[in-house]
């Protein structure tokens, strides 16, 4: 083989060779990959879609308050929620920075926050259309475990006018001042290493969040009971328990009367017994109705008045009454 020869072999096809051009290569037809019948292969093929979920709705006894938050967060449901947790609310808690109102409904993950009610009134202004909806939050215990969110109705419904952090409630009344505007009346219930504790607060939104937060209970009721329980025979106990506050009008003048309903007594060996059969059935199954360590010592009743001047309440009157019906009553 001569040497021009050789070069041809090493040399790229389409080079000329000893000063001849290398014939073309045969033209290869392309053959699809795949026929009009079989389809792109699932490599190629359109991912499937999810179906969307439908918008969650909420359900008849919420949609009232849900209407309220339609302009305030973005809302959801939760499809099997834990006894006493909302099934719908809003996907994050106040202020809702997290879940805009602009967002269409969906299923909520792990919580919604929905209020416990709407107060209406005017509270900051008068003639202001405005809403006080006491909602549990993101707030630890520390922090009351949420807040009070007050909602102004404007041009497009009613949007977020104010959210006080801590400021949380149980239940809660509007009251009207002679100058148009709205004191909000509430309860509260929390507990503390065995001792209960409810109080009865007025809360007036003239004032900067700090003040509101800082304001004194207009009564202050605590309950022992279940201390008294870790406690020697002989320690003295007490348990104070407040009824729901009413609001009445006496000649002319508006007034909050509270019941309460106070034990008071000592640690003794039937007291220690009941402590330990509602242990037992705590940790047996669900809330016994077994009979309250309370129920065993000496009962009186007290009920307190105050009476409305215009613009804040005032004590008018506290009266209590001694019951003997309890012959159980442990000794003091």
Excluded: I
Excluded at 199 to 207: E, G, P, S, T
Excluded at 307 to 316: A, I, L, T, Y
């Amino acid at each position: 083989m001569s040497l021009t020869t050789l070069s041809c072999f090493v040399g790229l096809t389409l080079v000329a060779c000893a000063g001849q051009r290398a014939p073309s290569p045969a033209p290869v037809a392309l053959a699809p990959s795949f026929g009009p019948a079989q389809g792109p292969p699932p490599s190629l093929a359109a991912p499937a879609l999810t179906p969307r979920p439908p918008p969650a709705t909420p359900p008849a006894e919420a949609r009232e308050l849900a209407g309220l938050l339609q302009n305030v967060c973005q809302q959801g449901a939760l499809p099997e929620p834990a006894p006493g947790v909302p099934s719908f609310g809003c996907v994050c808690c106040a202020p809702f920075d997290g879940c805009t109102p602009s967002d269409p409904p969906v299923a909520a993950e792990q919580a919604v926050y929905f209020p416990s009610q709407a107060v209406s009134g005017a509270f900051t202004s008068a003639g202001a259309d405005q809403r006080a909806l006491p909602m549990a939050g993101c707030e630890p215990h520390s922090d009351n475990y949420g807040g009070m969110v007050l909602l102004e109705r404007g041009t497009q419904g009613f949007a977020l006018h104010r959210y006080v952090s801590g400021l949380s409630a149980d239940q809660c009344w509007a009251v009207r001042r002679d100058d148009g505007r709205d004191l909000l009346v509430c309860t509260r219930a929390d507990a503390h290493q065995g001792t209960a504790e409810q109080q009865l607060f007025v809360w007036d939104f003239a004032a900067s969040d700090a003040q509101l937060l800082a304001s004194d209970a207009l009564l202050y009721v605590s309950d022992n009971e279940m201390s008294g329980c870790w406690s020697d025979p002989g320690t003295a106990v007490s348990s104070s328990v407040m009824a729901v506050p009413r609001l009445s009008k006496r000649a002319g003048k508006l007034e909050l009367t509270v019941e309460l309903d106070v034990r008071e007594g000592k640690v003794t060996a039937a007291y220690l017994a009941r402590c330990k059969a509602l242990q037992d059935a705590a940790e047996s199954g669900p809330p016994s109705s077994k009979p309250s360590p309370r129920t065993l010592l000496a009962r009186r009743t007290q009920r307190v008045t105050f009476r409305f001047d215009g613009s804040k309440f005032v004590v008018s009157l506290a009266r209590a009454t001694r019951h003997s019906e309890n012959p159980k009553a442990a000794p003091k």
